[in-house]
């Protein structure tokens, strides 16, 4: 098979693993960077979230992993705590196939007592935030001197956030003989000046990106602000989609679009800076496991949101510059899929119609907000209710335990379960809404474990 993981100098427990995980082929930027990684090679790589580029990275650090040493041996830095808690699950998924590789996330918005905690036992893999990774090496909680492996991922999202001191002092802490891995979406000057500097001799890649806009079908309609929330109500119950993404350019905006649209009976979940860093976790699981229909975000709140199959991404508003449009688009349509991404715009926003269609190298058309039908097959509820289990890692929970638990003694039906996320405390178990009820009061009679856990349905 063209691309095959099989063609890599991988050992046969991972290439077990990996087919058993759906690794049927690579995609491009894998084809291109993990005969390079592997090799030990420097990389400067093109690529944007949902294009395979976790495993494009995480493969050629744990093969160097040495699991009977428990100092950090790889430290990937992500700008933000969401796409940190994702690489960190997806390289867990991608370890399964080694016994005891232990992989720790450090971010900001949480305690760092608890994580300080855990590095006192040692850890293989560090993910994190520059800002909360500098913090533990100020207090002398993590050391990263024998760090074999470093990644920068989104490294133009990070230098765009104001971390660039902060890699400059971490990347000092690590030895010059490490292998440096660093994926960007963009090829600013800052980033190829910070290559230039911390890396050796790199391979630079580039691939065709996978989310191009040809799989996007783009619609206009024009619209008066103060018509803008009924507006968005008709084009969900016009197309309908099963999930959404709504962009919206303020925190405000945010909390508008999603009071209304719970008022309208749309199930709506909002994603934006204020929220504590709990509630963001749970407002993403609960769209991620489908107990949710439409999420209402920021730009800075959505980074780092990687969704499979997402149907539909609303523009409640254009963004600012072309460059947002098209990467909020790029969400939808990917990996050969189809998608649909929809924008509302007032007269007064015209200039950013044009600007969008320079940016994009192609003539828009819209039509008037009015014209649009609906079509009384209205947005259906999620077909999921996510429950929040109060156990998690820390507790030994995994998501095999809860499974178990639902479909042994509460006797559901194992097709009516769907994703289960397991964090450091907690867990959540999306349940076909017909049975949700029955599988909380299951829970909350019975085991999972032998251990009695709280459990509550989230809203």
Same mark, same amino acid.
């Given at each position: 098979m063209e691309n095959a993981f099989s063609a890599l100098p991988l050992p046969e427990e991972q290439l077990a693993n990996l087919d058993s995980l759906g690794y049927k082929q690579m995609t491009p930027i894998q084809a291109r960077t993990l005969p390079l990684a592997l090799a030990g090679k420097d990389l400067v790589a093109q690529a944007k979230t949902g294009s395979g580029k976790t495993a494009a990275f995480g493969l050629p650090l744990l093969n160097k992993i040495n699991p009977r040493d428990f100092g950090a041996q790889a430290l990937v830095l992500c700008p933000t705590r969401e796409l940190a808690t994702q690489v960190a699950g997806e390289i867990r998924r991608l370890a399964r196939y080694r016994q005891n590789i232990k992989v720790v996330v450090l971010c900001g918005g949480q305690s760092i007592g608890p994580q300080i905690g855990s590095l006192e036992h040692g850890a293989h893999i560090v993910v994190g935030t520059p800002g909360r990774i500098q913090d533990h090496l100020r207090k002398k909680t993590l050391s990263i001197a024998r760090v074999n492996t470093l990644v920068l991922d989104e490294a133009d999202r990070m230098l765009e956030m104001g971390f660039v001191d902060d890699i400059e002092q971490i990347i000092? &802490?690590?030895?010059?003989?490490?292998?440096?891995?660093?994926?960007?979406?963009?090829?600013?000057?800052?980033?190829?000046?910070? *290559?230039?500097? #911390?890396?050796?001799?790199?391979?630079?890649?580039?691939?065709?990106?996978?989310?191009?806009?040809? &799989?996007?079908?783009?619609?206009? +309609?024009?619209?008066?602000?103060?018509?803008?929330?009924?507006?968005?109500?008709?084009?969900?119950?016009?197309?309908?989609?099963? =999930?959404?993404?709504? #962009?919206?350019?303020?925190?405000?905006?945010?909390? $508008?679009?999603?009071?209304?649209?719970?008022?309208?009976?749309?199930?709506?979940?909002?994603? &934006?800076?204020?929220?504590?860093?709990? $509630?963001?976790?749970?407002?993403?699981?609960?769209?991620?496991?489908?107990?949710?229909?439409?999420?209402?975000?920021?730009?800075?709140?959505?980074?780092?949101?990687?969704?499979?199959?997402?149907?539909?991404?609303?523009?409640?508003?254009?963004?600012?510059?072309?460059?947002?449009?098209?990467?909020?688009?790029?969400?939808? /349509?990917r990996a050969g899929k189809s998608g649909?991404?929809?924008?509302? #715009?007032?007269?007064?926003?015209?200039?950013?119609?044009? *600007?969008?269609?320079?940016?994009?190298?192609?003539?828009?058309?819209?039509?008037?907000?009015?014209?649009?039908?609906? =079509? /009384?097959?209205?947005? *259906?509820? @999620?077909? +999921?209710?996510?429950?929040?289990?109060?156990?998690?890692?820390?507790?030994?929970?995994? @998501?095999?335990?809860?499974?178990?638990?639902?479909?042994?003694?509460?006797?559901?039906?194992?097709?009516?379960?769907?994703?289960?996320?397991? =964090?450091? +405390? *907690?867990?959540?178990v999306a349940i076909e809404r017909n049975v949700a009820d029955q599988a909380l009061g299951r829970l909350l009679n019975g085991k999972i474990k032998g251990r009695k856990f709280k459990v509550r349905k989230l809203k």
């Open positions: 000092g &802490h690590t030895p010059d003989s490490r292998q440096t891995l660093l994926f960007s979406a963009t090829y600013p000057d800052d980033i190829l000046a910070l *290559s230039a500097r #911390f890396q050796n001799d790199p391979d630079r890649v580039t691939v065709e990106s996978l989310h191009s806009a040809e &799989h996007i079908d783009q619609q206009f +309609y024009i619209c008066s602000k103060p018509d803008r929330l009924n507006g968005l109500v008709t084009l969900l119950h016009h197309y309908h989609p099963e =999930t959404a993404v709504v #962009f919206c350019n303020t925190k405000q905006l945010v909390r $508008d679009v999603c009071q209304h649209l719970t008022d309208e009976g749309i199930s709506a979940l909002g994603l &934006h800076g204020d929220l504590e860093q709990r $509630d963001r976790d749970q407002v993403l699981t609960q769209f991620q496991q489908r107990s949710c229909s439409v999420l209402v975000a920021t730009d800075v709140a959505a980074r780092g949101l990687d969704i499979d199959d997402l149907p539909a991404v609303i523009n409640f508003e254009l963004p600012r510059n072309a460059d947002v449009y098209v990467h909020r688009i790029g969400r939808t /349509g649909l991404a929809l924008s509302l #715009f007032a007269d007064s926003e015209r200039y950013k119609l044009n *600007s969008i269609a320079d940016y994009i190298e192609k003539e828009i058309s819209f039509e008037a907000i009015e014209t649009v039908r609906e =079509t /009384g097959d209205y947005m *259906s509820p @999620p077909p +999921y209710i996510t429950l929040c289990i109060a156990g998690g890692r820390k507790q030994k929970v995994r @998501p095999g335990d809860i499974l178990g638990a639902l479909t042994g003694d509460a006797g559901i039906d194992g097709k009516a379960v769907g994703k289960i996320n397991v =964090t450091d +405390y *907690s867990a959540y």
